[in-house]
């Protein structure tokens, strides 16, 4: 069975690094978010991976800290989680590079747009740490960045919710679920799938991006070979 996707560009949350335990790391749930990962690699897939900080760090909501400093401490948060991914990546037969938007190139190489997408075209699973490298942006918008960067197919954004709707269903049992969005939709419709910046900026550069739930962890393989799951929200264009 040929994959739908080519190359991918996963956006995986701090958070869901963690697990019930809300904060560190849980590999228990990490090691079964690889397998699947390795999954696509072995079908074909190219994958590279942005993650998030927030099972590390989330200073920057408290507002008792200098915004600036607040994220810089979140890149070296995502940067702790990306070592943490390849670790377990490694541990499963993965050839797996971590490339970081800060220096530090005695545990990471820096990111270099043409060196990511050689290690793609490898075979490599490339991931993506400290976000852009810049405080004021989130990890939402350094994966929409780095999508367009590497020129994946598509954005698969990786939650703990089955999809988009178009309220919290947490909250309201009559929120319901978008099958698909278009881009602009989800820019003037404000639906919080990610940051105004980083859905503007798949907007403007017609990057589709895929919402699904990595409660279960086999989705991340089950979309890449064309599972119809979560959210589709497509670029204007194609709508």
């Known amino acids: 069975m040929e994959p739908k996707y080519h190359r991918i560009l996963l956006k995986v949350s701090g958070e869901a690094l963690a697990g019930s335990k809300k904060t560190g790391l849980d590999y228990e749930i990490i090691t079964p978010i690889c397998e699947s990962i390795q999954r696509c690699t072995d079908a074909g897939v190219q994958v590279g991976i942005v993650v998030g900080g927030g099972n590390f760090w989330r200073g920057r909501s408290s507002g008792a800290m200098d915004r ?3 994220d810089h401490m979140g890149m070296l948060a995502t940067a702790m989680n990306a070592l943490a991914l390849a670790d377990v990546l490694e541990s499963l037969g993965c050839n797996v590079r971590v490339q970081t938007a800060i220096s530090m190139t005695q545990i990471a190489e820096p990111y270099i747009r043409n060196r990511a997408v050689r290690h ?14 810049n405080p004021f942006f989130s990890t939402d918008s350094a994966a929409a960045l780095r999508a367009n960067e590497i020129e994946a197919d ?3 954004k990786a939650t703990m919710v089955d999809g988009v709707y178009d309220k919290d269903p947490k909250k309201y049992p009559d929120a319901v679920k978008y099958d698909t969005l278009t881009l602009s939709e989800v820019v003037n419709k404000q639906l919080g799938v990610m940051d105004s910046t980083a859905a503007t900026l798949c907007r403007e550069n017609g990057m589709p991006m895929l919402v699904f739930d990595m409660g279960t962890p086999e989705n991340i393989y089950n979309v890449c070979m064309g599972a119809n799951l979560g959210t589709l929200i497509i670029p204007d264009t194609t709508a």
Not at 120 to 133: N, Q, S
Request: hydrophobic fraction near 45%; aromatic fraction near 4%; glycine fraction near 20%.
């Open 154 to 156: 598509i954005l698969l």
């Open 68 to 70: 600036t400093r607040a």
């Open 120 to 133: 793609l075209e490898k075979g490599r699973v490339v991931i993506f740490g400290c976000g852009t490298g």
